[in-house]
């Protein structure tokens, strides 16, 4: 349980980095989302360009199963969040990307599910 309160806070830790980094402009707004209870840390974008195109979806989604896996199951930055991740004590044998297909995952020095 410690592994994985540990794993909650740098999750939380990055996304609220990542969230004062791209905090938004104009009419789009970066929100920070964080669920303790279900090990859910995401940032989202959230609004309108021009006023005419709708701006909504996922910058990044990081989740901490109670098994003590780490999920990046989304990263559409250029910070290369996997690597915040290790950089933070996330080592690879705990650490899931999420956006590979399953049958990649075993050709990976990262964690298959």
């Known amino acids: 349980m410690e592994k ?31 669920d303790e209870d279900h090990g859910q840390y995401l940032v989202f974008n959230n609004g309108w360009r021009d006023g005419q195109h709708r701006i909504y979806g996922s910058i990044a989604h990081i989740e901490v199963k109670k098994d003590g896996k780490v999920w990046l199951h989304h990263d559409g930055t250029d910070l290369i969040i996997g690597q915040m991740l290790l950089d933070a004590g996330v080592p690879k044998k705990d650490l899931v990307i999420g956006f590979h297909a399953p049958v990649m995952r075993g050709d990976t020095e990262f964690a298959v599910a």
Request: proline share 0%; no cysteine; aromatic share 4%.
């Open 4 to 34: 994985v309160e540990k794993y909650k806070k740098i999750a939380r830790d990055i996304v609220e980095d990542l969230g004062k980094r791209l905090h938004g402009n104009g009419d789009i707004e970066t929100q920070v989302i964080t």
